[in-house]
């Protein structure tokens, strides 16, 4: 497996991520409220493992979970969920061939008042919680694989890749046979307007359909 991986910027006091031997998804989820690799959980409710479907067909990956999801504890229950849902609807793949995670398990925030204002990973945090998908996509060995915005893509494929570029296309990985990048669905949110909206969703449909149609050649 060559998950992109820099532990350059990793301080080396940190304790590993207690991932199970023999990882179950139960086993994950568990395991995972207890991982000190980053310091990212002191300011999290809970770590989020990834759901769905234990040999699905499709892995999803995005950032890091949200403010609902660190709440709920479930990936992509909040806005930017709801957008995939209609992005993955529109595609027609269907919920139960998917498994979605994210490739940091808590929730990075700046405290405005009492909102909690999304931060993006640093890299050593990106680094230290990787073992944890390491496991996943072992555990669930997707045929396709897409990553969902620049974070998930750069942490998996490496630095040099870009969405805007290479959306769409396979990508050279040992991930999965099938791997792609793609928007995140939360930068639909933040459209400037209806027709900028409808057309990130657009292309973001176009993006999931791509999949969907090698995944139902094979
Ligand atoms: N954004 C993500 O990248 N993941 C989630 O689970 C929610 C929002």
Redesign the pocket.
Known sequence: MSLFDDRRFAPEDRPPPPVPQRPTPAKMREAVQGCRACDLWEGATQA?MGEGARHAPLMLV?????D??DIEGH????P??KVLDRGLEQAGIDHDRVY?T?VVKHFRYRARGKRRIHQKPDRWQVSACLPWLEAEIAMVHPDALVC??A??AQALLGSQVRIGRDRGRPMPSELAEHVTVTA???SILRAEDDRDRQEAMAQLVADLRNVAAWLSAR
């Open positions: 989020v995005g950032e890091q979970p949200g609902r999801e990936p992509f229950v909040g930017a969920g979605i994210n969902l915005g974070t998930a995140h669905p939360s």
